[in-house]
């Protein structure tokens, strides 16, 4: 599971372990300084990988450009070919305005 720093709590991390679910979240600076401030039996830190971690990112920025389309944001097409059709179109402007 991909998510940014907003997701990296305990919690959130314990949960995902006991379903056997790989987590890929960056550890915030506030936790990294809190692990080092308790000391040596703190327990290691979190898995992290960062070319997984770019590639979500990637993907999540594109999304976002996407939602700027306000057909796709809304979902106003409803059927499923006119959406694609749509969603199509929207990566071929967003590509060529590179």
Known sequence: MLTDKAHSSRAIRD???RR???AVIPEPA???ANRKRK????????????????RRNTVERCI?????WRGLAT????TATV??????IAGIF????R
């Open 15 to 17: 949960h995902l372990r």
């Open 20 to 22: 056997r679910i790989r």
């Open 30 to 32: 506030d936790q990294i």
């Open 39 to 54: 000391g040596r039996n703190s327990g290691r830190p979190p898995g992290f990988d960062r070319d997984a971690c770019k």
């Open 64 to 68: 976002n450009r996407l939602k700027q």
């Open 75 to 78: 979902r106003y097409e409803k």
């Open 83 to 88: 959406f694609r059709a749509a969603l199509h």
């Open 94 to 97: 967003l590509r060529s305005a």
